[in-house]
């Protein structure tokens, strides 16, 4: 890029600077310096390739999305929460908000996460372990008592089940009074992940895909700000990829989504706003703070180049990231609070627009209320003592980042062809990306490539080649034993009673016949969204609606494979 050109995306930059609202706060360095908002080539200078990097809210949007970067908003501090029963998390919900916190975002225990009620016997002793427990409208209503619905962004963690537990969402805030129209928060619905890396799965692809497209629609005409999916990556990488495998299969499963919007005739610019996405801040700095950039801008371009996008928002892939857990070591677990804050600064230095930062003691328990809130004072520290909010972007133009930003551009999209291929020359009724992700699925390559990364990694441990203190170099220590948060058993029992009482309570035909309704619905080409809603204000619970589908669908098993 020549000078001129330079100088006209500066001057472009500028005008969207001033005219953008700035937060008051003091941009200037620890000792007093003023700082520039941004920084690029010098005045009058040339730049090979600077069109890639740009300015701050201008395409590619490598540089971010805003022109005022975190000058004009910070980052959302969402901490990820929930345990035991709906009551102990609302109390756990009210510390995080009153000690700071913007948002919140849900944990589901594993009963929830698979479609099934506390006294399932298949919940039995697993019944708010890992999550809070939500059986029905009444268990959301008093995870949120004494919290406006309307006014807090909620993200909800969850895929399988994720719409009927989004219309207990619904009915919760439309109990509260909310205007449903005004809600902003997110829900992951990412099934293509569960697949690839998670198995948190209900039924086979097509019906959730089905659930997923008529959320989609629901979304875009009745609660605009609200983002149906969240596309996750985070799984993907937990359960042992590269960062650039993170990237190109979270990426690829956004195309897919794109792909399901324009099958139902949905307008991308009036749809893909409402697409998320949810990465993994993994402890390698430069690695993950390359692979946000690149995230960006492969986003953008495909949304204009490979589905028609005009609008700006469109392009956008804005993004939640949460640390990573698979790097946190029940050795020497202390030693999690420096790892979390060095990948929590990874995520602000790659432009992410909300994060939670995981506790020191998450490898062996649910988070004390003390470690809780070290996490969530690492992300204030961050926020409030380092300067890292003054300037926009602040390593781009590096050698260093921006080749690396490249490379794993380069390898993403490596990827998105070897996906693109395993679809085969045939139509699909969704699209060609989705194709190939179904056919990847089905023939276990994704599961298969991310094992053969986490084996390779595992092998580099063993000989050393890699480190983790405290675990295969610096393993002395005069640390104790951590104090760990347990779940008492008392609390399925209360789960199990309370969901008792609500069941005998309720009129048992209008159930029945809610839940008959909705099967019905499924049998047309009829939005799901409305019969279900109806079902949960009936009081229907989470399995009944599960099983009620269940039985419609049928259920989806992993084919063995040696």
Known sequence: ???????????????????????????????????????????????????????????????????????????????????????????RYKMILGAGGGGLS??????????????????????GHCGVAIDSAADMETLFAGIDLAAVTTSMTISGPAVPVFCMYLVAAERQGADLSTLDGTLQTDIFKEYIAQKEWLFEPEPHLRLIGDLMAYCATEIPRYKPL???GYHIREAGSTAAQELAYTLADGFGYVELGLSRGLDVNVFAPGLSFFFDAHVDFFEEIAKFRAARRIWARWLREVYGATD?????????????GVSLTAQQPVNNVVRTAVEALAAVLGGTNSLHTNALDETLAL?????????????????EE????????????SWYVEALTDRIEAEAEE???????????????????????????????????????????????????????????????????????????????EQRRLLAGRKAERDGAAVEAALARMVAV??????????????????????EICDALRAEWGVYREPARF
Request: with cysteine; aromatic share 8%; charged share 25%.
């Open 312 to 324: 700006e928002r469109a392009l956008w892939l804005r993004f939640h990231t949460q640390t990573a």
């Open 367 to 383: 988070p004390t209320d003390e470690s809780a809130e070290i996490a969530l004072r690492t992300q204030q520290v961050l926020m």
């Open 386 to 397: 380092t300067g890292v909010t003054n300037v926009a972007d602040p390593l781009g133009g």
């Open 1 to 91: 890029m020549n000078a001129d050109e330079i100088a006209d995306g500066r001057a472009r930059w500028q005008a969207r600077y001033d005219a953008a609202r700035k937060r008051d706060a003091d941009f200037t360095t620890l000792s007093g310096l003023p700082l520039e908002p941004v920084y690029g080539p010098p005045e009058g200078s040339a730049y090979p390739g600077f069109e890639r990097i740009g300015w701050p809210g201008e395409y590619p949007y490598t540089r971010g999305l805003y022109p005022t970067g975190y000058r004009g908003r910070t980052w959302t501090i969402r901490q990820f929460a929930g345990f035991g029963n709906a009551q102990q998390t609302n109390e």
């Open 230 to 232: 969240s596309v996750s």
């Open 415 to 493: 990827i998105f062809a070897r996906i693109r291929q395993l679809g085969g020359d045939g139509p699909h009724p969704i699209g060609p990306m989705t194709s190939g992700i179904l056919r990847g699925i089905e023939d276990g390559w994704f599961t298969g490539q991310i094992a053969e990364a986490a084996f390779t990694y595992q092998q580099a441990l063993e000989r050393g080649d890699k480190k983790i203190v405290g675990v295969n170099c610096h393993t002395g220590t005069v640390a104790k034993e951590l104090e760990i948060l347990r779940i008492s058993h008392e609390v399925e029992l």
């Open 522 to 543: 499924s049998r047309t080409d009829e939005n799901m969204i409305p019969a279900m809603l109806d079902a949960v204000r009936a009081e229907a619970t989470l399995g």
């Open 106 to 127: 849900v944990a589901f225990d594993m009963p929830t996460l698979m479609g099934r009620d506390s006294d399932d016997p298949e919940a039995l002793g697993e019944v």
